[in-house]
T-cell receptor, first 113, second 109 residues
Framework: DTEVTQTPKHLVMGMTNKKSLKCEQHMGHRAMYWYKQKAKKPPELMFVYSYEKLSINESVPSRFSPECPNSSLLNLHLHALQPEDSALYLC????????????FGSGTQLSVL | DAKTTQPNSMESNEEEPVHLPCNHSTISGTDYIHWYRQLPSQGPEYVIHGLTSNVNNRMASLAIAEDRKSSTLILHRATLRDAAVYYCILLQGAQKLVFGQGTRLTINP
């Protein structure tokens, strides 16, 4: 199994809603990532978890809250988002060793109304 | 973060080789050069990476200049399925993969 699975594929939410994005991998990888991608732009790194601990936070607003309950699962909790947060949210994983390649999911397309 | 510079777009014909250039003049000795591509409506996909020597795999070849200030991704025989945005990235440290603007490759039938 070499897949990173993201659910849901599409999500529409209001600015007062609370929702969560989910990411799962069963490759035994120990590093997991969240990226945000606006239309026609490159992916931007948000968070990195290494061995279930948050190792990189790229100054992301607190309305985005990551969680890594175990080595296979990564969540992104969303609360009080703004319309400009509408984007494709990509999850990735890697073995966790130095400079290994990343495996990406297909993303969750989020629309904030 | 170390920067890479790529052409915004390139065009090639099906079944011909494609050479995608990347400049990275501020590369440090321990930075690996990674290439990813992103097909429409998909997440990025790893293509190849290298440090100093040229590298080959089933998808592509990576040619790295002797001074490491530039590199070229070579698709030996392009197909329509190779149409994508190609990203050249310097991987600094263990986990910080930072994407640049990339090159949008169009393949003509």
């Amino acid at each position: 199994d070499t897949e990173v699975t993201q659910t849901p594929k599409h999500l529409v939410m209001g600015m007062t809603n609370k929702k969560s994005l989910k990411c799962e991998q069963h490759m035994g990888h120990r590093a997991m990532y969240w990226y945000k991608q606006k239309a026609k732009k490159p992916p931007e790194l948000m968070f990195v978890y290494s061995y279930e601990k948050l190792s990189i936070n790229e100054s992301v607003p607190s309305r985005f809250s990551p969680e890594c309950p175990n080595s296979s699962l990564l969540n992104l909790h969303l609360h009080a988002l703004q319309p400009e947060d509408s984007a494709l949210y990509l999850c990735a994983s890697s073995p966790g060793r130095v400079r290994e390649k990343l495996f990406f999911g297909s993303g969750t397309q989020l629309s904030v109304l | 973060d170390a920067k890479t510079t790529q052409p915004n777009s390139m065009e090639s014909n099906e079944e011909e080789p494609v050479h995608l250039p990347c400049n990275h003049s501020t590369i440090s000795g321990t930075d690996y050069i990674h290439w990813y591509r992103q097909l429409p409506s998909q997440g990025p996909e790893y293509v190849i990476h290298g440090l100093t020597s040229n590298v080959n795999n089933r998808m592509a070849s990576l040619a790295i200049a002797e001074d490491r200030k530039s590199s070229t991704l070579i698709l030996h025989r392009a197909t329509l399925r190779d149409a994508a945005v190609y990203y050249c990235i310097l991987l600094q440290g263990a986990q910080k993969l930072v994407f640049g603007q990339g090159t949008r490759l169009t393949i003509n039938p």
